[in-house]
């Protein structure tokens, strides 16, 4: 089955090269500080950055959504992080935008300054009102799987189910096929009965079963835990090289888009993955 999406403009799928989405934060909060635009021009320089790295679109995150830690805020608060990175980026640079958010007044926020695609974490499962905002106002959706059930055993039974959910609500919004691509949630799996790390690996060794799903396949591996987990590293700054390999085999399994904090050092990787993978 042939999996295709529009997002923003941006042709990901089958028969298109991997893309990479570059991941910006305006969180301080965030689990890797490297992520993380202090001010006007350090938001500014990133972007640009990205984008001259072969950043196909850029993600950018007002609330940290890592699992592990306590990270909320207040809407106010991430509406007004994230319209004020997103006017900002969209003056520095011509590739799309999404808006990473699982509330839905906060994506229409950011539409409105400026985003063309909502990237969800909770697959459309936190907020009743967001898929009618997705369908009514955005370019494109990313919808992720995350843990629902705390003692889930078949890592790629589990995401399918989730991702499958998730299709449902954004169908029924009127959504149509073209504008929506799958995440399977690496990272965001932590009570399961087996390993949170050997969770990550099975779902990055068993990718290519997801594309029974018919949806482009969004894969973000940079620099979690996981990989600190398996190498020791409890500093996310240590974590580029487990990041780069991860995200091989994750092209070579199917993966159409990465999600990186490393938009030039992972387009190389990726382009050598797309090189060596089978035919």
């Not at 009965?193 to 973000?220: K, S």
């Not at 490393?262 to 190389?268: C, Y």
Request: charge should be neutral; include cysteine; glycine fraction near 10%.
């Amino acid at each position: 089955m042939s999996a295709y999406a529009n997002l923003g403009g941006l042709e990901v799928g089958d028969g298109h090269p991997v893309r990479l989405a570059g991941a910006i934060n305006v969180s301080p909060e965030s689990f890797y500080q490297g992520s993380v635009a202090t001010g006007k021009d350090s938001l500014r320089a990133k972007a640009e950055q990205m984008a001259a790295e072969g950043a196909d679109l850029l993600d950018i995150g007002a609330m940290s959504t890592a699992p592990y830690l306590k990270t909320e805020i207040m809407e106010a608060e991430e509406i007004q992080r994230l319209t004020w990175a997103i006017g900002i980026v969209r003056k520095a640079v011509a590739v799309p935008v999404s808006a990473d958010t699982k509330r839905g007044r906060v994506a229409l926020a950011a539409l409105d300054a400026g985003a063309d695609i909502v990237n969800d974490v909770s697959g459309l499962r936190h907020d009743p009102g967001m898929a009618e905002i997705i369908a009514r106002r955005a370019q494109g959706v990313i919808l992720m799987a995350s843990e629902t059930d705390p003692n889930a055993r078949d890592p790629i039974e589990t995401v399918r189910g989730l991702l499958e959910e998730s299709l449902r609500i954004v169908w029924k919004a009127g959504v149509p096929d073209h504008r929506v691509v799958l995440d399977p949630g690496i990272g965001f799996f932590r009570q399961a009965a087996i390993p949170w790390h050997a969770w990550d690996c099975e779902v990055l060794q068993r990718l290519a079963e997801l594309q029974a799903l018919g949806r482009p396949l969004l894969v973000g591996v940079s620099r979690k835990s996981f990989i600190g987990k398996i190498l020791g590293q409890t500093d996310p700054r240590d974590r580029l090289a487990g990041s780069l390999a991860a995200t091989a085999i994750a092209v070579v399994n199917g993966a159409h888009l990465i999600r990186t904090h490393d938009v030039g050092p992972t387009r190389e990787a990726v382009r050598m993955a797309e090189a060596l993978r089978p035919r």
